[in-house]
C-alpha cells in the first residue's frame, strides 16, 4: 500500500477523501477483480465495481460522496452474508479482491484524527481457488487446472501438460495428453478455472475447448511457466530432495506445476496450500473417454446438467463428503492396468463377502469429518475452531476405524488395498487429537473472533479472566464483604456509573471510619455528595482495569491458544493427509460394497483378453428409476463380443442392432458402455456375470445435438463425433454407435453408417455395438467375418405394440415406428395417413438392396445375384395375376402351393 504522502497526493491530484484515495489505489492494482472494500461491518463497492455487483446481486445501487464532479455509486453487502454473495458473483464467472481492515481502528487514531485504517487485499477469489464451505460442493472436487503446450516435434500432434490443484483439499495431479483429447480429459477433470501461458489462452481453438468445458479462462504470464521452477516449488513444499519417489513428471508437466502453484501463491497472497503427494496420470493409465462419450453416458452428471439422474447418483452409497469426492474421481477416471483394477475389486469383494465387518466400518464413518477441507482452511488461516474440533474428530474414527479392520485381518487376512488403509489411519497423531481433545470446548463457534472455544481448566489466566468477564458481579460482591468487615461499616457499597467506573460508597455518617487511621491509606477520597461520600482503592482499580478489558484479553489469549492448535496440526499435515485420503478410499469400497449388495452386482472378471461377455446385464439408472416407480423389472440381457481377429465361432466383434423405436436399443447400448466404465473403475456391475478384456478408449455416439454456437448442424456434430471415432479406435476399444447417418438424405445416410460399420470392422477391429433403422445393414453380417446382428423383441397385438426389451441374435423387420407415434398421442387422421404413404412408399421403394451393393464393395467379392431393375421374377407375376376376391377357398388354397412352389424354384 502506497504511504500517507502518496495518499496526500492523490486526494490532491483527484478532490477525494484519504479513504477514497485509499481505494483508487488498492483497484488499481487489482483492475480485474470486483474489490470488497471492507468499512466496519460492510465491504463496500465503488464506481462501475458497484454497477456491476448491484446488476449481478440484485442490491440497490446508492451514492456516497463525489469523484471529479460526478456521484460515485456505491453498494455494499454485509461482512456475515459475504459468501453467500461472493457465491453468486463466482457462479457467474466474476473473480472478488477481499479488502480488509489490517489495523485496529484505534491505532490509526493515534496517526491523527483523519487517518485512514490501513487496509489490504488478503486474498483473490476465484472459481478455481475456493476453500469456504459455502461456496463449494462438498462431495466434489474443485480443480484449478494449468495447461501447457509442449514444444512441438516436426510433423506431431501437438500435444498439452496439464496440472491440477483442489486448494480445497490438497489433492495435485498431472497429466499428458494430445490436443483432440483435450475435450475429454478438461471434462474428466471439470475444473472450475483454467490456466494457461498468454501464447497458449490466446489459441482460439483452445479458448473454444475450454469454454465448451463451462471452465473460466485466466491468462497468466508466460514466464510463470518454468519447469525449474515447478520441481524446486515441489520439493521445498513436499520436503524432499527428489519427486522420483511420486513418478516421472516431464518438464512440461512440471512447467504446468509451477504456473498452478505460482498462481495460487499470488490468489492467497503468499499463503501455501496443503499438498498432497503428487500423482501422475494420464495417457497409458487410463481408460480414455472423450467429453461426447461422458455427456451421452450421463456419467457424473444427468443430460438435464444435475448430478440427479446420473451413474454417479446411482451407484453413490458414501457416507462421507471426503468419500464420494473419491468415487466421483474413480469414476471419471477408470484404469487400464488389470492389476490395479483386481485390487480394487478384492477390497470391494471382501467387504461384500463381510456384511457385519462393513457394517461396523460404515457406522464409524459417520463419526468422520471432512478432514482434508478442514485442514486446507486451518492451512490458509480461515480455519475455524470447528476445524480443529474436525482434526480431533476425524483422529479419533481413524484409529477406530483402523482398529476394527486390523482385527478384522487377523482373523480372515486383508486385501492389499484394506490393509495400505489400515496402516494409514493407524498413523493418524494421536497426541494431537489428545491435545485439541484437552483444549476445546464441546460446543464450538463458526469463528475463533466468537471465543468461547476454550475448555475451562485448560489455561489458569484465561479461566481468570473468564472468570472476571463472566462473574464480574460475584468478584465485586466479595470485594465488598471484605471491605465491610474490614471497616465494621455494614452499610458500605461498590458501585458502579459511566463517569467513575467502580466506587466505594458509605453516608456522610460513616465517611470518618474511612479515612481515618487505619484506613486512610487504603481508601482514596473520590467525590463527596449531600448524604453519600465516594472513594476509591488500588485494589478496585486495578480489578476494574482488569474486569473492563477482561473481555478482550481473554479473546486475545483465546486467538493465541486456537493459533498455538494451528501450529500442531499442520505440524502433523504429512500424516493427517494420508489419514484423510485413507478415510475417503475406506468410505468409497464399503460404499460399493454396500451397492453390490443392495442391487445384486457381481465382480467382474478383468484381463488382457479381448473378450466382453455380459450375461443378463443391466442399466444401473433405469434399474433403479424402475424400481423406485415399481412400474416393472428390468429385464438383463446378454452381451457377447469378441475384439481383433475373433474367433466367429465365439463372439462377432461387432453386433449390429435393430429393433422398434422405444425398444430398448440404446439402452441396452448404453448399458454395456457404463459396465466397462463400472468395472474399470474397481466397481461390482450390475449384471448375472461379466468378463472384459480391458478397454483403452471407449466411445458412444449416441442421440442428436446441435452446436449453434459453432455453427454446426446435428447432422454435422454427429460427423465430427463419428470421425473422432473412427480415427482414434483401436481393437481394444469399445464403441457404440446409435443412428448413425439419419441426419441426412437416406441414401447418403446409409452410405456412411455402411462404410462406418466396415470400417470399425475391418481397419480399427474395435469391440462393436451399432444400433441403427437402416435394415439393409443387416445383410452385412453374412458378408463381414466378425460380424452378427441382434435385435430388440416386440409384437404386435390387435394394432397394439407391445415392447419384449429382450434382446436375441438376429435381425428386425421393421420399426414400427407409426406404433410409436400413436403412443406419443399423434392425432389418429395424421396416423391413419402415414400408414398409407408408408404402405405406398414401400410399394414404390426405388431403394438398392443390400444384395445389389455388396458385390460392388472393394472389401468383398461375392457376387450378388442380378437382374434387371424392373424385370419382375415369376413369383411377382403370379401374385400380380391373382384376384383374391373372386377366388373360392379350394382355388386360394391351391394358389398358395402354387406360389410356395415358386419361391423353392427361386431358392
Same mark, same amino acid.
Given at each position: 500500500?502506497?504511504?500517507?504522502?502518496?495518499q496526500?497526493?492523490?486526494?490532491?491530484?483527484?478532490?477525494?477523501?484519504?479513504?477514497?484515495?485509499?481505494?483508487?489505489?488498492?483497484? +488499481?492494482?487489482?483492475?480485474?477483480?470486483?474489490?470488497?472494500?471492507?468499512?466496519?461491518?460492510?465491504?463496500?463497492?465503488?464506481?462501475?465495481?458497484?454497477? $456491476?455487483?448491484?446488476?449481478?446481486?440484485?442490491?440497490?445501487?446508492?451514492?456516497r460522496?463525489?469523484?471529479?464532479g !460526478?456521484?460515485?455509486?456505491?453498494?455494499?453487502?454485509?461482512?456475515h452474508?459475504?459468501?453467500?454473495?461472493?457465491?453468486?458473483?463466482?457462479? *457467474?464467472?466474476?473473480?472478488?479482491?477481499?479488502?480488509?481492515?489490517?489495523?485496529?481502528?484505534?491505532?490509526?487514531?493515534?496517526?491523527?484524527?483523519?487517518?485512514?485504517?490501513?487496509?489490504?487485499?488478503?486474498?483473490?477469489v476465484?472459481?478455481?481457488?475456493?476453500?469456504?464451505?459455502?461456496?463449494?460442493?462438498?462431495? @466434489?472436487?474443485?480443480?484449478?487446472?494449468?495447461?501447457?503446450?509442449?514444444?512441438?516435434?516436426?510433423?506431431?500432434?501437438?500435444?498439452?501438460?496439464?496440472?491440477?490443484?483442489? =486448494?480445497?483439499?490438497?489433492?495435485?495431479?498431472?497429466?499428458?495428453?494430445?490436443?483432440?483429447?483435450?475435450?475429454?480429459?478438461?471434462?474428466?477433470?471439470?475444473?472450475?478455472?483454467?490456466?494457461?501461458?498468454? #501464447?497458449? @489462452?490466446?489459441d482460439?481453438?483452445?479458448?473454444?475447448?475450454?469454454?465448451?468445458?463451462?471452465?473460466?479462462?485466466?491468462?497468466?504470464?508466460?514466464?510463470?511457466?518454468?519447469?525449474?521452477?515447478?520441481?524446486?516449488?515441489?520439493?521445498?513444499?513436499?520436503?524432499?530432495?527428489?519427486?522420483?519417489?511420486?513418478?516421472?513428471?516431464?518438464?512440461? !508437466?512440471?512447467?504446468?506445476?509451477?504456473?498452478?502453484?505460482?498462481?495460487?501463491?499470488?490468489?492467497?497472497?503468499?499463503?501455501?496450500?496443503?499438498?498432497?503427494?503428487?500423482?501422475?496420470?494420464?495417457?497409458?493409465?487410463?481408460?480414455?473417454?472423450?467429453?461426447?462419450?461422458?455427456?451421452?453416458?450421463?456419467?457424473?452428471?444427468?443430460?438435464?446438467?444435475?448430478?440427479? %439422474?446420473?451413474?454417479?447418483?446411482?451407484?453413490?452409497?458414501?457416507?462421507?463428503?471426503?468419500?464420494?469426492?473419491?468415487?466421483?474421481?474413480?469414476?471419471?477416471?477408470?484404469?487400464?492396468?488389470?492389476?490395479?483394477?483386481?485390487?480394487?475389486?478384492?477390497?470391494?469383494?471382501?467387504?461384500?463377502?463381510?456384511?457385519?465387518?462393513?457394517?461396523?466400518?460404515?457406522?464409524?464413518?459417520?463419526?468422520a469429518?471432512?478432514? +482434508?477441507?478442514?485442514? +486446507?482452511?486451518?492451512?490458509?488461516?480461515?480455519?475455524?475452531?470447528?476445524d480443529l474440533?474436525?482434526? %480431533?474428530? @476425524?483422529? %479419533?474414527?481413524?484409529?477406530?476405524l483402523?482398529?476394527?479392520?486390523?482385527?478384522?485381518?487377523?482373523?480372515?487376512?486383508?486385501?492389499?488395498?484394506?490393509?495400505? =488403509?489400515?496402516?494409514?489411519?493407524?498413523?493418524?497423531?494421536?497426541?494431537?487429537?489428545?491435545?485439541?481433545?484437552a483444549?476445546?470446548?464441546?460446543?464450538?463457534?463458526?469463528?475463533?473472533?466468537?471465543?468461547?472455544?476454550?475448555?475451562?481448566?485448560? #489455561?489458569?489466566?484465561?479461566?481468570?479472566?473468564?472468570?472476571?468477564r463472566?462473574?464480574?458481579?460475584?468478584?465485586?460482591a466479595?470485594?465488598?464483604?471484605?471491605?465491610?468487615?474490614?471497616?465494621?461499616?455494614?452499610?458500605?457499597? $461498590?458501585?458502579?456509573?459511566?463517569?467513575?467506573?467502580?466506587?466505594i460508597?458509605?453516608?456522610?455518617?460513616?465517611?470518618?471510619?474511612?479515612?481515618?487511621?487505619?484506613?486512610?491509606?487504603?481508601?482514596?477520597?473520590?467525590?463527596? /455528595?449531600?448524604?453519600?461520600?465516594?472513594?476509591?482503592?488500588? !485494589? *478496585?482499580?486495578?480489578?476494574?482495569?482488569?474486569?473492563?478489558?477482561?473481555?478482550?484479553?481473554?479473546?486475545?489469549?483465546?486467538?493465541?491458544?486456537?493459533?498455538?492448535?494451528?501450529?500442531?496440526?499442520?505440524?502433523?499435515?504429512?500424516?493427517?493427509?494420508?489419514?484423510?485420503?485413507?478415510?475417503?478410499?475406506?468410505?468409497?469400497?464399503?460404499?460399493?460394497?454396500?451397492l453390490?449388495?443392495?442391487?445384486?452386482?457381481?465382480?467382474?472378471?478383468?484381463?488382457?483378453?479381448?473378450?466382453?461377455?455380459?450375461?443378463?446385464?443391466?442399466?444401473?439408472?433405469?434399474?433403479?428409476?424402475?424400481?423406485?416407480?415399481?412400474?416393472?423389472?428390468?429385464?438383463?440381457?446378454?452381451?457377447?463380443?469378441?475384439?481383433?481377429?475373433?474367433?466367429?465361432?465365439?463372439?462377432?466383434?461387432?453386433?449390429?442392432?435393430?429393433g422398434?423405436?422405444?425398444?430398448?436399443?440404446?439402452?441396452?447400448?448404453?448399458?454395456?458402455?457404463?459396465?466397462?466404465?463400472?468395472?474399470?473403475?474397481?466397481?461390482?456391475?450390475?449384471?448375472?456375470?461379466?468378463?472384459?478384456?480391458?478397454?483403452?478408449?471407449?466411445?458412444?455416439?449416441?442421440?442428436?445435438?446441435?452446436?449453434?454456437?459453432?455453427?454446426?448442424?446435428?447432422?454435422?456434430?454427429? /460427423?465430427?463425433?463419428?470421425?473422432?471415432?473412427?480415427?482414434?479406435?483401436?481393437?481394444?476399444?469399445?464403441?457404440?454407435?446409435?443412428?448413425?447417418?439419419?441426419?441426412?438424405?437416406?441414401?447418403?445416410?446409409?452410405s =456412411?453408417?455402411?462404410?462406418?460399420? !466396415?470400417?470399425?470392422?475391418?481397419?480399427?477391429?474395435?469391440?462393436?455395438?451399432?444400433?441403427?433403422?437402416?435394415?439393409?445393414?443387416?445383410?452385412?453380417?453374412?458378408?463381414?467375418?466378425?460380424?452378427?446382428n441382434?435385435?430388440?423383441? +416386440?409384437?404386435?397385438?390387435?394394432?397394439?405394440?407391445?415392447?419384449?426389451?429382450?434382446?436375441?441374435?438376429?435381425?428386425?423387420?421393421?420399426s414400427?415406428?407409426?406404433?410409436?407415434?400413436?403412443?406419443?398421442?399423434?392425432?389418429?387422421? $395424421? *396416423?391413419?395417413?402415414?400408414?398409407?404413404?408408408?404402405?405406398?412408399?414401400?410399394?414404390? #421403394?426405388?431403394?438398392?438392396?443390400?444384395?445389389?451393393?455388396?458385390? #460392388?464393395?472393394?472389401?468383398?467379392?461375392?457376387?450378388?445375384?442380378?437382374?434387371?431393375?424392373?424385370?419382375?421374377?415369376?413369383?411377382?407375376?403370379?401374385?400380380?395375376?391373382?384376384n383374391?376376391?373372386? /377366388?373360392?377357398?379350394?382355388?386360394?388354397?391351391?394358389?398358395?402351393?402354387?406360389?410356395?412352389?415358386?419361391?423353392?424354384d427361386?431358392?
Open positions: 500500500m502506497a504511504s500517507e504522502d502518496t496526500s497526493q492523490l486526494r490532491a491530484a483527484d478532490g477525494v477523501t484519504p479513504m477514497m484515495a485509499q481505494y483508487l489505489e488498492i483497484k +488499481a492494482a487489482n483492475a480485474d477483480s470486483l474489490l470488497f472494500y471492507r468499512m466496519g461491518d460492510f465491504y463496500e463497492m465503488f464506481f462501475e465495481d458497484a454497477a $456491476v455487483a448491484s446488476r449481478a446481486l440484485g442490491i440497490a445501487l446508492t451514492k460522496g463525489k469523484h471529479l !460526478e456521484d460515485i455509486p456505491m453498494c455494499g453487502v454485509p461482512v452474508a459475504a459468501d453467500d454473495y461472493l457465491q453468486r458473483l463466482i457462479a *457467474l464467472g466474476h473473480r472478488v479482491a477481499v479488502c480488509e481492515q489490517t489495523e485496529d481502528p484505534a491505532e490509526a487514531k493515534k496517526r491523527g484524527a483523519k487517518a485512514v485504517v490501513r487496509r489490504d487485499v488478503v486474498r483473490l476465484t472459481p478455481g481457488t475456493l476453500t469456504e464451505e459455502s461456496l463449494l460442493d462438498a462431495r @466434489a472436487h474443485n480443480f484449478l487446472t494449468a495447461l501447457f503446450r509442449e514444444p512441438q516435434r516436426e510433423g506431431a500432434e501437438p500435444r498439452l501438460a496439464l496440472a491440477s490443484i483442489d =486448494i480445497s483439499t490438497g489433492e495435485l495431479i498431472a497429466a499428458g495428453c494430445r490436443l483432440t483429447d483435450l475435450p475429454g480429459e478438461l471434462a474428466r477433470i471439470r475444473p472450475g478455472e483454467v490456466l494457461a501461458g498468454e #501464447d497458449v @489462452a490466446g482460439d481453438g483452445i479458448r473454444a475447448l475450454i469454454g465448451q468445458a463451462g471452465a473460466a479462462l485466466t491468462p497468466c504470464p508466460r514466464a510463470h511457466f518454468d519447469s525449474v521452477r515447478g520441481e524446486r516449488a515441489l520439493k521445498e513444499r513436499l520436503g524432499v530432495a527428489a519427486l522420483d519417489a511420486f513418478g516421472e513428471f516431464s518438464r512440461a !508437466e512440471l512447467a504446468a506445476m509451477a504456473g498452478l502453484l505460482t498462481y495460487v501463491e499470488i490468489t492467497q497472497v503468499g499463503r501455501a496450500p496443503l499438498l498432497r503427494p503428487p500423482r501422475k496420470e494420464g495417457a497409458g493409465h487410463l481408460l480414455v473417454i472423450d467429453a461426447a462419450t461422458r455427456t451421452n453416458l450421463e456419467l457424473v452428471r444427468s443430460n438435464q446438467g444435475t448430478r440427479a %439422474g446420473s451413474l454417479l447418483a446411482a451407484i453413490d452409497r458414501t457416507i462421507t463428503a471426503a468419500g464420494a469426492r473419491e468415487l466421483a474421481g474413480r469414476l471419471a477416471s477408470p484404469l487400464t492396468d488389470v492389476a490395479a483394477v483386481n485390487a480394487r475389486l478384492d477390497a470391494v469383494g471382501y467387504l461384500t463377502d463381510e456384511p457385519r465387518l462393513r457394517q461396523d466400518l460404515r457406522d464409524a464413518l459417520k463419526a469429518p471432512d478432514l +482434508a477441507r478442514a485442514l +486446507a482452511r486451518l492451512a490458509f488461516g480461515r480455519g475455524t475452531p470447528r474440533g474436525a482434526v %480431533g474428530a @476425524a483422529i %479419533g474414527a481413524s484409529h477406530a483402523a482398529a476394527r479392520l486390523l482385527t478384522a485381518g487377523e482373523v480372515l487376512g486383508l486385501p492389499h488395498e484394506l490393509m495400505g =488403509i489400515a496402516e494409514r489411519l493407524a498413523q493418524a497423531p494421536s497426541g494431537v487429537a489428545d491435545a485439541l481433545a483444549a476445546l470446548a464441546e460446543e464450538l463457534p463458526v469463528n475463533a473472533r466468537d471465543g468461547s472455544f476454550v475448555q475451562r481448566g485448560y #489455561d489458569t489466566d484465561l479461566d481468570e479472566l473468564l472468570a472476571l463472566d462473574g464480574s458481579r460475584k468478584v465485586i466479595g470485594l465488598q464483604a471484605t471491605y465491610a468487615e474490614a471497616t465494621g461499616v455494614k452499610s458500605l457499597k $461498590v458501585r458502579h456509573n459511566n463517569v467513575l467506573g467502580y466506587f460508597e458509605v453516608t456522610a455518617l460513616h465517611a470518618p471510619t474511612l479515612t481515618g487511621a487505619p484506613h486512610v491509606e487504603t481508601f482514596i477520597h473520590r467525590q463527596t /455528595m449531600a448524604n453519600a461520600v465516594r472513594f476509591s482503592t488500588t !485494589e *478496585l482499580a486495578e480489578l476494574e482495569s482488569r474486569i473492563t478489558s477482561a473481555a478482550e484479553r481473554a479473546l486475545a489469549l483465546e486467538l493465541d491458544i486456537f493459533a498455538r492448535l494451528t501450529a500442531m496440526v499442520l505440524e502433523a499435515e504429512h500424516t493427517l493427509s494420508a489419514a484423510s485420503a485413507a478415510l475417503a478410499e475406506l468410505d468409497h469400497y464399503a460404499g460399493l460394497a454396500e453390490a449388495v443392495e442391487q445384486r452386482y457381481v465382480r467382474p472378471r478383468i484381463d488382457e483378453s479381448a473378450v466382453f461377455a455380459i450375461e443378463e446385464g443391466r442399466h444401473p439408472m433405469v434399474e433403479q428409476t424402475l424400481r423406485r416407480e415399481r412400474s416393472a423389472d428390468f429385464i438383463g440381457n446378454d452381451c457377447h463380443l469378441c475384439g481383433g481377429a475373433g474367433d466367429r465361432n465365439t463372439a462377432p466383434s461387432a453386433l449390429v442392432v435393430t422398434p423405436n422405444m425398444g430398448g436399443k440404446s439402452t441396452f447400448l448404453r448399458q454395456n458402455a457404463l459396465i466397462v466404465v463400472l468395472a474399470q473403475a474397481g466397481a461390482f456391475v450390475p449384471a448375472k456375470s461379466a468378463h472384459i478384456g480391458v478397454v483403452d478408449r471407449l466411445f458412444s455416439r449416441v442421440g442428436a445435438a446441435d452446436d449453434l454456437a459453432r455453427g454446426r448442424s446435428t447432422f454435422m456434430v454427429e /460427423m465430427v463425433e463419428a470421425a473422432a471415432i473412427l480415427n482414434q479406435a483401436t481393437p481394444r476399444s469399445f464403441v457404440v454407435l446409435d443412428e448413425i447417418g439419419r441426419g441426412t438424405a437416406t441414401f447418403d445416410g446409409l =456412411i453408417a455402411w462404410a462406418a460399420l !466396415e470400417y470399425l470392422h475391418g481397419v480399427n477391429a474395435s469391440r462393436v455395438l451399432f444400433a441403427t433403422h437402416y435394415h439393409e445393414l443387416t445383410a452385412l453380417a453374412d458378408r463381414l467375418p466378425n460380424a452378427a441382434a435385435t430388440v423383441e +416386440a409384437k404386435e397385438w390387435r394394432d397394439e405394440i407391445v415392447f419384449l426389451y429382450r434382446v436375441k441374435m438376429g435381425a428386425a423387420d421393421r414400427y415406428g407409426i406404433h410409436v407415434a400413436k403412443l406419443a398421442g399423434l392425432p389418429a387422421p $395424421v *396416423l391413419d395417413r402415414a400408414s398409407a404413404v408408408l404402405a405406398e412408399l414401400e410399394k414404390a #421403394d426405388g431403394r438398392p438392396k443390400p444384395t445389389d451393393l455388396a458385390g #460392388d464393395l472393394p472389401l468383398f467379392q461375392a457376387a450378388a445375384a442380378s437382374r434387371p431393375a424392373d424385370s419382375p421374377s415369376k413369383l411377382e407375376q403370379a401374385v400380380r395375376g391373382y383374391p376376391d373372386g /377366388m373360392t377357398p379350394k382355388e386360394a388354397l391351391d394358389a398358395l402351393y402354387r406360389l410356395k412352389g415358386l419361391m423353392e427361386d431358392a
